[in-house]
Each structure stands twice: as structure tokens, then as C-alpha cells.
């Protein structure tokens, strides 16, 4: 059974820092597309802020590009999210999400609240 597990989120002041982390068991990240999505209170979309494709390559939203990065650690079977220069507007809760062949998994999220 294939679980998704997010930690390291929480009440960050505005210009600060989080790391979220997301580990995987019963699979790997290295075979798949590994995604960080964030939902807003009141909103039913979720929206897609970073990927890393198996190759290593990743992409970014254009509200995050040069202040957030997604990297995998293989040997640890995780996958983070560093978020610098923290918004009011990043406050949402965070969603890893693995792609693979004929399959899609979902952590639980969590909350990341940047307020003063």
C-alpha cells in the first residue's frame, strides 16, 4: 500500500522560511512525477506549484518560480519543498502528489500559514 506522508509546515512570519517534506512508502519517487500542490480555504481547485519529473528536471508555477525548490532525496525516499521569502498569499494547505503509470497518490496535507 502506497502512502504519501507531508510534514514541516506551520505559521511562518511574511519574508520567512519552511521546509515541507514529503515521504513515500510502498513506493518510489524516482519512478514517477513528484508534485507539490497548494489549496486556498474556499477554494475547490488545487494549484499546481512544483514538479520534479523522473529525469530530475522540475518546473515551478510562476508565483513561486526563484522562491521555492523541489528536490528528492532517493536514498531517503523523500521528496521537500524549500519555500523562501514566504507571502501572505502562500498560506494554503500543501498536497504532495505522485504520478506513475495508471496510478496517482495524494498525502494528507499540511497547513502552511504565513501572517505577522
Known amino acids: 500500500q502506497v502512502q504519501l506522508v507531508e510534514s514541516g509546515g506551520g505559521l511562518v512570519q511574511p519574508g520567512g522560511s519552511l521546509r515541507l517534506s514529503c515521504a513515500a512508502s510502498?513506493?518510489?519517487?524516482?519512478?514517477?512525477?513528484m508534485r507539490w500542490y497548494r489549496q486556498t480555504p474556499g477554494t475547490l481547485q488545487r494549484e499546481l506549484v512544483a514538479?520534479?519529473?523522473?529525469?530530475?528536471?522540475?518546473s515551478y508555477a510562476d508565483s513561486v518560480k526563484g522562491r521555492f525548490t523541489i528536490s528528492r532525496d532517493n536514498a531517503k525516499n523523500t521528496v521537500y519543498l524549500q519555500m523562501n521569502s514566504l507571502k501572505p498569499e502562500d498560506t494554503a494547505v500543501y498536497y504532495c502528489?505522485?504520478?506513475?503509470?495508471?496510478?496517482?497518490?495524494w498525502g494528507q496535507g499540511t497547513q502552511v500559514t504565513v501572517s505577522s
Open positions: 502528489n505522485l504520478i506513475q503509470p495508471g496510478r496517482t497518490y
Open positions: 510502498g513506493t518510489f519517487f524516482s519512478i514517477g512525477t
Open positions: 514538479s520534479m519529473f523522473s529525469t530530475g528536471s522540475t
